[in-house]
T-cell receptor
Framework: GQQLNQSPQSMFIQEGEDVSMNCTSS?????WLWYKQDPGEGPVLLIA?????ELTSNGRLTAQFGITRKDSFLNISASIPSDVGIYFC????????????FGAGTILRVKS | DAGITQSPRHKVTETGTPVTLRCHQT?????MYWYRQDPGHGLRLIHY???????DKGEVSDGYSVSRSKTEDFLLTLESATSSQTSVYFC?????????FGPGTRLTVL
């Protein structure tokens, strides 16, 4: 089946540092989405990307849809303690209808 | 956020018993999904629905069935629960595109 490779698996950073994570696939994707999940809750959509090369920001978060349509990255600038959580990438492959494929997640821990 | 609720939020059951989880959305979204979340696996699709009475299997559908008799409700049934079905189950819905998730149901099968 479809697979997404998300890296890194986990990060432990100082408050105020910038963070970068990415997802790659061997398949072409129509859509890339980034979600954040807090403990005990469902994933919440952070950013949605629909066109190759698209760069979108949401506050301190910036994400890009790779030009090859096979990858995406998420950057968080000036991290704060509430950024702690699990970040998931998700993509909609070509010909996959309205289904998504999810990466395994990046666990973010911030030292205050 | 889409108004999606799941019930129950927590359940403990015994091996071999049937279990039904409910997902309810108030956004009139056409598409609904059931996922399970396990450490190291992210979210894996169990079943999905593209309309009332229209459902299809996802990547991990064995041992699960679903029903959708109304737009707003999507039920997931574990026909005979096994310990390998201990997991956190999430429901999601979308009008098409981004999916919006419910709060999850933590299921433990003893």
């Amino acid at each position: 089946g479809q697979q997404l490779n998300q890296s890194p698996q986990s990060m432990f950073i100082q408050e105020g540092e910038d963070v970068s994570m990415n997802c790659t696939s061997s398949s072409i994707f129509n859509t890339w989405l980034w979600y954040k999940q807090d403990p005990g809750e469902g994933p919440v959509l952070l950013i949605a990307l629909y066109k190759a090369g698209e760069l979108t920001s949401n506050g301190r978060l910036t994400a890009q849809f790779g030009i090859t349509r096979k990858d995406s990255f998420l950057n968080i600038s000036a991290s704060i303690p509430s950024d702690v959580g699990i970040y998931f990438c998700a993509g909609q492959p070509l010909g996959y209808g309205n289904k998504l494929v999810f990466g395994a997640g990046t666990i973010l821990r911030v030292k205050s | 956020d889409a108004g999606i609720t799941q019930s129950p939020r927590h359940k403990v059951t015994e091996t071999g018993t049937p279990v039904t989880l409910r997902c309810h959305q108030t956004e009139n979204h056409r598409y609904m999904y059931w996922y399970r979340q396990d450490p190291g696996h992210g979210l894996r699709l169990i079943h999905y629905s593209y309309g009332v009475k229209d459902t299809d299997k996802g990547e991990v559908s064995d041992g699960y069935s679903v029903s959708r008799s109304k737009t707003e409700d999507f039920l997931l049934t574990l026909e005979s629960a096994t310990s390998s079905q201990t997991s956190v189950y999430f429901c999601a819905s979308t009008p098409g595109g981004e999916q919006f998730f419910g709060p999850g149901t933590r299921l433990t099968v003893l």
